[in-house]
């Protein structure tokens, strides 16, 4: 199965949902949350399913799309260097930057992903609730 299209009316940034093992995972695209306006183009996504770290997500896991397949890498002190935060960079959702192995990797905040993918939740749900009975 593939991903099903959020609600019209959702931010650019939530991408819509998968099944996965039985339920429906919320999936975010990240670099639209953090204020990209457009997506890198690609053939094929891939997302990342992860299990929330933080307290603000009541969902047991969630999904992240990703450019490339997550890998592990062995790097000594000089594989890695510090870069700073780009300025459209959102600290609330950014950790760091940083040149791993001749690229530029993100380190995001993952509570801070939680949380606005908790409150969009939030929204959704009562908008559902208000469609479903409305207020006479």
């Not at 770290?53 to 450019?67: N, P, T, Y």
């Not at 397949?69 to 609330?92: E, F, M, T, V, Y």
Request: hydrophobic share 45%; proline share 8%; charged share 25%.
């Amino acid at each position: 199965e593939g991903l099903r299209a959020p609600a019209e009316g959702a931010p650019d940034w939530f991408a819509g949902w998968i099944a996965w093992q039985g339920v429906e995972l919320p999936v975010v695209r990240f670099e639209r949350l953090n204020g990209a306006t457009t997506d890198v183009a690609r053939r094929r996504i891939r997302i990342v399913v992860l299990h929330p770290v933080g307290k603000a997500l009541s969902a047991d896991r969630f999904g992240l799309v990703s450019e490339g397949h997550p890998h592990l890498l062995s790097l000594n002190r000089n594989g890695i260097q510090p870069l700073p935060l780009k300025a459209g960079d959102d600290p609330g959702l950014v950790l760091d930057r940083a040149r791993v192995a001749n690229q530029e990797a993100l380190i995001p905040d993952l509570p801070g992903i939680e949380s606005r993918l908790a409150q969009l939740l939030e929204q959704l749900v009562a908008l559902v609730r208000l469609v479903i009975s409305p207020e006479v």
